[in-house]
């Protein structure tokens, strides 16, 4: 089968050794994403927008490959703070509210960099 993958030119990928996305056959799996940009958090201290800026990038790479958000069928999101899983929850509903995937919300006790506040990783069937 062939595998296709998008890269972001994250400094991380070539060290750790992933990218960002990968479709097999009917399949994309996005990794883990936060709301990283040229080194820089986006939306610091707002779990709103580093959620509705991470959704926009996993929609990016899912086009890349072909897809869009209705082909999600499950959403993991890593939390530092369950307690605002209102405002992460809003920001996924704005993207997911029509499609809705099977989803998953669990706090973590840190993500890479302090001033994140979510990742999420995603999962895609193309018909």
């Known amino acids: 089968m062939t595998r296709?993958?998008?890269?972001?030119?994250?400094p991380w990928e070539p060290?750790?050794?992933?990218?960002r996305a990968i479709r097999v056959g009917d399949r994309i799996?996005?990794?883990g994403t936060?709301?990283?940009?040229?080194g820089d958090v986006v939306g610091e201290g707002s779990p709103y927008e580093q959620t509705r800026y991470v959704l926009e990038t996993i929609e990016?790479?899912?086009?890349?490959l072909g897809a869009s958000l209705s082909h999600v069928v499950r959403t993991r999101m890593f939390v530092t703070d369950i307690a605002?899983?209102?405002?992460?929850?809003?920001?996924h509903g704005e993207f997911f509210r029509n499609i809705q995937p099977v989803a998953?919300?669990?706090?973590?006790?840190?993500?890479?960099?302090p001033r994140l506040?979510?990742?999420?990783?995603?999962e895609a069937i193309v018909d």
């Open 4 to 10: 296709q993958q998008v890269f972001t030119g994250s």
């Open 15 to 19: 060290i750790v050794g992933y990218c």
């Open 29 to 31: 799996e996005v990794a």
């Open 34 to 38: 936060t709301a990283m940009k040229d």
């Open 60 to 64: 990016k790479a899912l086009a890349e």
């Open 84 to 91: 605002k899983w209102e405002e992460f929850g809003k920001a």
């Open 104 to 113: 998953t919300m669990v706090e973590v006790k840190a993500l890479i960099d």
């Open 117 to 122: 506040l979510v990742e999420i990783e995603v």
